[in-house]
């Protein structure tokens, strides 16, 4: 509802939550921005990518919250700094774990066509470890941006969203253009 995409945008300290049912005839509850909880739900996408048929996956990992930035000179750039941190050590978490799984994939492919080729290995293929690994069908391509300015984060003027749009929209691009131009 549009309740729930105003809640997304309910960040505290700055903004309050934001009063949405959860499903119909359900009692209203009180939403804050869902990134507290998942900021980065790549294993979500993850999932989604391997149901695709589609055989060239990519995934494109926009990191808001950079771990390096320039050390804090006052209270409120302390405090912007430990949302920062906060945000940023779950994504590297989560963006490691998409890498090994990639890597996960690409290791069982090789290990299936050693299978293939020695009749009393064959046998591991009903192992459930392999057919758990197995699930996973074709590796992904990360594409990371990472967003290095940590000055603004907390700026909702007009002109502060648009030109953090702006440098995205261009990282984006430049991202996509180097995809463009390894596959030609």
Not at 137 to 150: F, G, K, R
């Amino acid at each position: 509802t549009p309740s729930h995409v105003r809640a997304s945008g309910s960040l505290p300290p700055s903004f309050p939550p934001t009063p949405a049912v959860p499903e119909a005839g359900g009692v209203e509850q009180l939403y804050w921005d869902g990134g507290l909880f998942d900021n980065t739900p790549l294993s979500k996408v993850i999932s989604a990518l391997q149901e695709s048929p589609d055989p060239h996956k990519i995934m494109y990992v926009v990191n808001l919250f950079p771990s390096a930035a320039p050390v804090p000179q006052n209270i409120q750039e302390v405090v912007m700094r430990m949302m920062t941190l906060a945000f940023s050590n779950k994504a590297e978490k989560d963006l490691k774990r998409a890498y090994q799984t990639t890597e996960m994939i690409r290791f069982v492919g090789e290990l299936e066509k050693i299978m293939d080729r020695h009749d009393d290995l064959r046998r591991l293929k009903e192992h459930p470890g392999f057919k758990t690994l197995k699930q996973f069908q074709a590796p992904i391509h990360i594409v990371e941006l990472t967003n290095n300015d940590v000055s603004g984060a907390s700026d909702f003027s007009a002109s502060g969203i648009e030109q953090r749009r702006r440098t995205g929209y261009e990282a984006a691009s430049e991202q996509i253009r180097k995809l463009e131009l390894a596959a030609a």
